[in-house]
């Protein structure tokens, strides 16, 4: 783990695109999951679901190399805020991974619970074929997760607002690439 970089006012630039990347990419999911069902079904619904699907896989991937990066190599800054403010930040920082780790096993269940085809490519071997009743409990589990993620995102996101024009400090700076505030 890396020492705090006393002098620092902003993350590295590694530390700057995973975040960036993951939110795009957690927004991206959330509407894709949104607007799946609005394709009929046949090959165009299950290239969106496929799409859908590969998104997750991608975000596993970045989740794990951002959470490698961090406790590796990333910069470590100085609190921004007071040792209580601070411990509720890093409360959401690992409760939002630890959601999102949750959301990628639990969207990797969903997959073979159903039996997803990929891209008319392949077929995952169902868990249980013909078992509506436990896919659909595990689609509302996956679904209950992702809203939990996009509120908690959403709070994460405007607290950074709220320090950046109410308290008018360099918080929302420190995860923006070259911002001097």
């Not at 990419?25 to 699907?53: C, E, N, Y």
């Not at 509720?88 to 780790?101: Q, S, T």
């Not at 918080?171 to 505030?181: D, E, H, K, T």
Request: glycine content about 8%.
């Amino acid at each position: 783990m890396q020492a705090v970089s006393p002098g620092a006012t902003r993350y590295d630039t590694t530390t700057i695109v995973f975040h960036w990347l993951t939110a795009i990419l957690v927004a991206t999911q959330w509407l894709g999951a949104q607007t799946i069902d609005w394709f009929p079904k046949g090959a165009l619904r299950i290239d969106a679901r496929s799409m859908h699907i590969t998104g997750g896989l991608l975000l596993a991937a970045i989740l794990l190399a951002r959470i490698v990066w961090r406790a590796t190599a990333g910069r470590r800054l100085p609190l921004a805020d007071g040792p209580v403010l601070s411990i509720v930040a890093k409360a959401i920082h690992w409760g939002l991974y630890l959601l999102l780790a949750a959301m990628v096993l639990v969207g990797m269940a969903l997959a073979w619970t159903r039996g997803d085809t990929i891209f008319n490519l392949f077929t995952l071997p169902a868990f249980d074929p013909g078992n509506h009743a436990l896919a659909d409990q595990v689609q509302d589990v996956h679904a209950t997760i992702g809203w939990i993620i996009i509120a908690v995102a959403g709070l994460h996101a405007a607290a950074a607002l709220f320090h950046r024009y109410v308290w008018h400090d360099a918080v929302l700076g420190r995860m923006l690439a070259g911002s001097r505030r």
